[in-house]
């Protein structure tokens, strides 16, 4: 209420006008290549967004007054916290993976792939982890996202890439994991203003937990294999362990959607550090695709050939999402936390999933996650479901594990 009050009435028509603008020009910019033609709108997002600290108020940096909105008593200094161990512990690994690992064949999922067969697969997908067709959509965009419009009606949206079966699927789980949360939400929360989620980062471990934990498990691809067969032949002789192995591949990649899980975070932290110095004022905005390649390149050692590969990939920016990509991140890192305690409760969930029985799993998520929408604040709920803070301890020794048995270490 305080933060809403302390807007002026005609800041969020202009701002609202803005995003508008912004995000038909986004979408023309990618597919012609040109962040020239895109600036000046990115350049108009980036000031309102100062306007809106400075209104909002912080007692360290602008760009806390930002995350709140994403990620409640979540600040700068936090995440810078939370990331140094990560880059301490993953940048090694991921280096070990490459020097001593051996990497599984991916070749097997490269192709050319219908699109009303991806749309069928994504379908068959979401039908898997009972996202509620009943109750929401499945359409196209160009780029993936989950809209609530309210109870009994949570819509998702995906793209198909054509070139591999892959990054359809995981992304039809991964909107699946949003949808399922807010299709969770009892009808109450929404009379009392509580049907949001937790935080961002909360809906985040929803979304990345069914695309990573669930869509790229052993388990899971012992069930699924039959079921892409069904719309791709090619994959009816092929191993569920192959298919595991394959979609499981590290290797730095351009796009984030894309990325695999030991360097996905990768992909967050470069988004963090140039948000918060446009923020600050120490970054501009025409910087943005040298700073963008540059930070690739420190990062994941690898450089876009264009820029709608690389600074307009995302549509974040023009929609006035500053300070939302840290929830990803956060994401990732809730789901790892949470899932010794799914295992521990339920000790069959792998088998359950080589079935195609997802109901365990969903009633624990509903009972644990969902049904408290945002009743409790992100640091409350996962001290609730885990019995203390937000630890990326976690999540460093979930792909340890993972990725050095799937690479042979």
């Not at 191993?239 to 695999?260: C, F, G, K, Q, T």
Request: glycine share 8%; hydrophobic share 40%.
């Amino acid at each position: 209420y305080d933060r809403n009050r302390a807007i002026p009435p005609d800041f969020v028509e202009q701002f609202q006008i803005a995003q508008s603008e912004a995000q038909s020009a986004w979408i023309a910019a990618r597919k012609a290549n040109d962040f020239a033609s895109f600036q000046p709108h990115l350049e108009k997002i980036v000031e309102f967004a100062r306007r809106l600290a400075e209104y909002y108020g912080y007692e360290d940096h602008p760009y806390d007054a930002l995350l709140e909105d994403y990620e409640p008593g979540m600040t700068c200094k936090q995440l810078r916290a939370i990331i140094e161990p990560l880059k301490r512990d993953l940048v090694p690994f991921l280096r070990k993976l490459a020097a001593a690992g051996t990497p599984p064949d991916r070749s097997l999922l490269d192709g050319s792939f219908d699109q009303d067969a991806l749309r069928h697969l994504s379908r068959s997908a979401l039908e898997f982890v009972q996202y509620d067709f009943e109750a929401g959509a499945l359409d196209d965009v160009a780029h993936p996202f989950t809209a609530t419009i309210g109870p009994g009606d949570v819509r998702i949206t995906n793209r198909y890439p054509t070139d591999s079966p892959i990054p359809s699927l995981l992304g039809a789980m991964h909107e699946g994991g949003h949808a399922l949360y807010n299709q969770g939400f009892p009808e109450e929360l929404y009379m009392l203003g509580l049907a949001g989620g937790s935080s961002n980062g909360i809906h985040e471990s929803q979304s990345r937990m069914m695309e990573n934990q669930v869509g790229r498990s052993r388990a899971f691809w012992q069930f699924f294999q039959p079921v892409l067969a069904e719309h791709f032949p090619q994959f009816a002789s092929g191993s569920p362990e192959a298919l595991y192995r394959a979609v499981n591949v590290v290797e730095p990649s351009l796009i984030r959607v894309e990325a695999d899980e030991v360097t996905y975070n990768l992909h967050i932290m470069l988004r963090f550090e140039i948000e918060a110095g446009l923020i600050e004022g120490s970054i501009a905005v025409a910087d943005l695709p040298a700073l963008w390649n540059q930070a690739m390149k420190d990062y994941l050692g690898i450089v876009p050939p264009n820029d709608a590969q690389g600074v307009l990939q995302d549509v974040h920016w023009s929609m006035g999402y500053i300070g939302y990509f840290p929830s990803y991140m956060l994401g990732n890192l809730y789901a790892a936390q949470m899932l010794p305690k799914i295992r521990k409760d339920l000790p069959a969930l792998d088998a359950d999933i080589r079935r195609g029985d997802t109901n365990p799993l969903l009633g624990w998520l509903r009972e644990n996650v969902h049904r408290h929408g945002a009743t409790y604040q992100p640091n409350e709920l996962i001290e609730r479901i885990t019995g203390h803070a937000l630890d990326p301890a976690h999540f460093v020794r979930y792909v340890t594990e993972k990725y050095s048995d799937i690479y042979g270490l």
